[in-house]
């Protein structure tokens, strides 16, 4: 009987026993493609979801891909989460909504980080120079 108590009060708590709190554990244990796994199996259910949970739900969902290197994917589940988040403020945790914050960061690091870099003027002007010169 106090075992079963136990296992209600984790779920009612944590969610462990959802699949938003299974894909958001696999999220902090670091195993990415299992997360992201259970969160593309979980978003049909994403309407019926509380509102709290869908803005949990995109943030791990988010972080997850971009963890994973998909930062398109990961920006569109942050960008969801933020707009619960401001929809009803309150909705993630203190720490979930620093996650968020550092999340969106790291974004626009990664971002321009990856964002091909335009080739300076002069070395334009030196290849075609080079390129006519050598009679191609």
């Known amino acids: 009987m106090r075992f079963t108590s136990l296992i209600l009060v984790c779920i009612a708590m944590t969610g462990c026993g959802s699949s938003l709190g299974r894909g958001t554990t696999l999220y902090q244990q670091q195993s990415y493609i299992e997360a992201a796994e259970v969160f593309e199996r979980t978003q049909s259910r994403l309407a019926s979801m509380d509102p709290e949970e869908r803005a949990r739900y995109g943030l791990y969902r988010g972080l997850t891909l971009m963890a994973l290197g998909d930062l398109r994917g990961g920006e569109r589940w942050l960008d969801y989460a933020e707009t619960q988040e401001r929809t009803q403020p309150g909705l993630l945790a203190r720490d ?11 974004l626009g690091e990664r971002r321009q980080a990856t ?4 080739e300076p003027r002069w070395a334009q002007g030196v290849a075609a120079t080079t390129t006519g010169a050598s009679g191609e």
């Open 115 to 118: 964002w091909p870099k335009p």
């Open 96 to 106: 979930e909504r620093a996650m968020l914050t550092h999340g969106r960061l790291d």
